[in-house]
């Protein structure tokens, strides 16, 4: 029989994450499954996921119905289904946080995606989900955004695990991981430990991509050199920036400081994969998987990922493959007239604001049902 290539990408040292999250998945057993059968190391949520699970579904009609009988607010009422839906989830995973000495196991809470450009107010979240989730294995997920690189330092200094999330350029990622390392050290300075924090850096692919592609398209229809470039660079971008990302990690973390850090404890930051669904029926779906293998790693999957890749993965170290060509695709899109930090900058913008759409979409519709006015059932 065939081995399970989800469980050998935990040979090869990359742990995978589920980018889904619902009450039906809790209720029915298949996140036990997925972790029993699978290998699953870690579960992902943010403000679309819950706006998804609770509206497309009756799975939380009861909770809710509890909740407006003690006057709660839409915005209570979605914290309190958000939190007990973690909590649950964090106790399925805490025998493989545990077995693993806290290195996988978690899953991860999104502050509201309207503070993305709010380090006080991000601070001021995080530090009161993790007081309301209370377990050790939850990662509070702050936006990548030059504001949350302050929240980050000040969290990780706290004491607080981090996903940090919305990354796409490889300058805000070395940002990210410089003020992942400041956070420890502002603890280790203070005498407190560093064992017990653990932090992740999101990096968004297919997204790259998408954009990327979009506009090489546009060169190619325009014919000449400029096409004959953008022909050679379609579909590439994103897992260049990743195999370089890749490489930063580990510059970063083969550094002096970073030793120091773990002589005292501290743990790598390690580079999540997100964004990992292919949007173009024309690449492999697959694609964002089976170039990115590679130890220290983690990658998050949609659930027809997961399933498409248990089904006809091929598993082996790629990570490191192709330095020298990831390097040409970005040194070359500036003459193909692409300006990738331009791209990364409204990508960044895009994904708060994805994320603000259906969180405020499930708010409105919260206090309609408050209000008497809505059949919850019906859905946005």
């Not at 000495?101 to 999104?110: R, Y």
């Not at 060169?219 to 660079?233: F, N, T």
Request: glycine share 6%; net charge negative; proline share 4%.
């Amino acid at each position: 029989m065939r081995e399970n290539p989800l469980l050998k990408l935990t040979s090869l040292g990359q742990s995978i994450w589920l980018d889904s999250l619902s009450r039906s998945m809790l209720d029915s057993g298949e996140i036990s499954r997925l972790i029993d059968q699978d290998g699953l190391g870690g579960i992902t949520s943010n403000p679309s996921i819950f706006a998804k699970a609770m509206v497309e579904s009756s799975d939380y009609d009861s909770a809710i119905h509890s909740l407006l009988q003690q006057q709660r607010t839409a915005n209570q009422i979605y914290e309190e289904l958000a939190i007990e839906d973690i909590r649950r989830t964090a106790d399925l995973l805490r025998p493989l946080y545990d077995k693993m000495e806290g290195n996988d196991g978690f899953v991860s809470l999104e502050v509201s995606p309207h503070l993305a450009f709010d380090t006080a107010d991000t601070v001021a979240e995080a530090r009161h989900l993790w007081s309301r989730v209370d377990r050790p294995n939850v990662l509070i997920k702050v936006p990548g955004t030059v504001e949350g690189l302050v929240a980050l330092r000040q969290l990780i200094a706290s004491g607080i695990n981090v996903n940090v999330t919305l990354l796409f350029s490889l300058p805000r990622y070395q940002a990210v991981a410089e003020a992942y390392m400041a956070g420890l050290e502002e603890r280790a300075a203070a005498n407190l430990p560093l064992g017990n924090i653990a932090s992740v850096a999101s990096f968004f692919l297919s997204r790259i991509d998408v954009m990327v592609d979009s506009l090489l398209t546009k060169k190619l229809q325009e014919g000449g050199r400029m096409a004959d470039l953008a022909s050679m660079l379609v579909g590439k971008v994103a897992i260049a920036s990743a195999k370089t990302a890749y490489q930063i990690f580990k510059q970063i973390h083969g550094s002096e400081r970073f030793r120091n850090l773990s002589a005292q404890g501290g743990r790598p930051q390690r580079v999540l994969w997100a964004s990992t669904s292919t949007k173009n029926p024309a690449y492999s779906d697959v694609k964002y998987v089976e170039a990115l293998i590679g130890a220290n790693t983690v990658n998050t999957l949609p659930m027809e990922t997961l399933l498409a890749y248990r089904d006809h993965g091929n598993p082996e170290l790629r990570l490191e493959e192709g330095l020298e060509e990831a390097g040409r695709v970005l040194q070359r899109l500036p003459e193909a007239g692409i300006d990738l930090d331009a791209v990364t900058r409204h990508l960044e913008q895009e994904g708060v604001e994805k994320f603000v759409e259906p969180f405020d979409k499930l708010i409105q519709m919260l206090e309609q049902k408050i209000a008497g006015r809505y059949e919850w059932t019906r859905g946005i």
